[in-house]
């Protein structure tokens, strides 16, 4: 598998990195991945469907200049920044594999990230709901994907050292919850875990087999999708 370990100087170009990759993926040009980035700055992440106003403290954010974007892929609001570290995996689809559908996609990626990291750490992990990794009943995982004809995107998010208390201050409780949550806070349903960013790249990069650096970078396609897509406010708020 090839592996990309990159961030872009700004979210918008991060999120839009994503699909490009996707994109050359399902051309045929280049073939699976495992990438990581991380974001120095915070912003808030909408799903593909996710209706803003239901989701986030719009002017909350706008006073403290937090961006809101949003991606291609499916599932909840998430809050980015640093101490989040991001993973994005393109697969093919294997008709007749453990990647033919979006549940067994699901259960075959997280399965392999749940045993990795709890071998990590030394602690039970769960998967909870549709895409959750937990620990004691909290998560520190949230995933999404984005599927294709012949490839798909499947990404997410690991909480190492996030400032917990700024997902309440700058996101609403989500409309649709979890049964597992319980209708706890953000600050009562997450947690950090405790590894370096180091450790848990080179467990997901030998999972993997994540041995091959990624020469070719899609750059234009990624200021392509930035202008017309990612920045656009249309795309944004369009729910």
Known sequence: MNFLDLTLPTPQQNLACDEALLDL??????GELLRFWESEKYFGVLGSSNKFRQEVHVDVCKAD?????????????????????????????????????????????MQRHAES????????????????????????????QRRRMKALLFHGTFLLDFDLSLIEKYLQLPPKQPEYREQRSHLDFVRNISASTKKIKMQLRSVWDATTLLEHIPYSRIDELVKTKYSSEEWIYKC
């Open 117 to 144: 990291l709890a071998t990590l750490l030394g602690e039970k992990i769960e998967m909870k709901s549709s895409s959750d990794l937990t620990i004691g009943g909290k998560k520190f995982s949230g995933n999404a």
């Open 25 to 30: 993926c399902e051309e045929g040009k280049t």
């Open 65 to 109: 200049g937090i961006p809101i974007l949003r991606r291609h892929s499916g599932g909840g609001t998430v809050l980015q920044g640093p101490g989040c570290l991001n993973f994005s995996l393109i697969l093919k689809i294997d008709s007749s594999g453990p990647t033919r559908n979006i549940t067994d996609t699901t259960k075959h990626i």
